[in-house]
């Protein structure tokens, strides 16, 4: 400021109100400059994610929010093109965003886009345009929130009632079926050794085993859906983990392996809910361990708490999919719903448990149930 003064008078009349225009366009291009940071500050604090770019998607924005939702930093992003970097896709077409935002000069939709993670999310999207003198579009406003839980659960909710009607129906048809396999099985008992034996022992088997599983699935969804209202009962764990040893028809090439203490044998629970955790660990473990291994279980008392684990010698979790393990609907088996694990987890939690695993790439997993003494509550 003091330079300017110095100029003014040692400049002529016709100079000094340039000097002055001069001074007033600094002047109010910094407070612009401070509008636009406090406005940016602004931005910031909120939790969506606040984006801000040119028609042709590049971005010139990018919020706080924005790289705690996509992972991102503001570096990493500015300057790309968002469709590309976010993979966006949209049950509506892109020209007919375009045109809306271009005739009422905003939009909002759902779009599902890609986190740096890897993880798809869905967004509720909200955008706003910005045109100069000309009519013409020079700018783009978009706040992203994440609605991923929200539809997940509509769509949970959804499958628990399908589950819930459907589930009746199947179900006894199942049981038919499993009882005419049990007497067909019978009945070839008393058939002359051969090869026909064989194939239909083979095909009885079969059947008997996709029985039992479309009958998993079904307790799955209905264990995932229904409300919970666990027993308190003394429960065997020891009997219970035989009859599951015995029941589940593991691989020849899969050893077993039980050590249960004496004090931890009989715990206060819910006997299905224990038999269901169990029966899906160990389905879990066998599936893990396709050229064969070793499943290991251990009951112990830790104080007056009661833990188990279930180990497997198989292939090990990847760490980039870890954290979505208990996830529902979540597998990375070619065959499979996702729910088993969440099931675990809704159960155990229900018996005022939890359970965590431990687990390395190649050398196996371990998963650890621990059931306080307080007695189960309905969930």
Known sequence: MLLYNATVFRSETGEIS?????????TEHLKNEEI???????????????IIKKPDGTITFWSMGAEKLYGW?????????????????????????????????????????????????VVQSYWLAKFDESGQMVEIFESNLDVTERKDAQRLAVI?????????????????????VYLAKMSLDSFSEGEEKKNLRESLDAIQSQTEYINKIIMDLQDFAKPLKPMSE???????IAELLATNSLP???????????????????????????????????????????????????????????????????????SKLFQPLFTTKSRGQGFGLAVVKRLTEALNGTVTFESEKGRGTKLKLWFTAKPPSNV
């Open 252 to 322: 020849d090439n899969i050893q077993t392996e039980a050590n249960i203490s004496v004090d931890s044998r009989t715990i206060i629970s819910d006997s299905a809910y224990i038999k269901r955790i169990l029966g899906n660990l160990f389905t879990n473990a066998v599936q893990a361990m396709p050229k064969g291994g070793k499943l290991r279980l251990h009951a112990y008392r830790d104080n007056s708490d009661a833990v188990i684990t279930v180990e497997d010698t198989g292939e090990g979790i990847p760490d980039e999919v870890k």
């Open 234 to 240: 003394e429960v065997d764990l020891e009997l219970i």
């Open 73 to 121: 930093t503001k570096a990493q992003a500015i300057g790309k093109k968002i469709n590309t970097l976010l993979k966006t896709s949209s049950i509506v077409s892109f020209d007919k965003v375009e045109s809306q935002l271009k005739r009422e000069g905003k939009w909002s939709g759902e779009l599902t886009h890609q986190t740096s993670f890897g993880r798809t999310i």
């Open 36 to 50: 636009l940071r406090k406005q940016a500050a602004l931005l910031d604090l909120s939790p969506d994610g606040i």
């Open 160 to 180: 628990g009632q399908t589950a819930g009607m459907v589930g009746h129906d199947i179900r006894n048809p199942l049981q038919a079926i499993i009882g005419d």
């Open 18 to 26: 340039g000097v002055f225009a001069a001074a007033r366009d600094i």
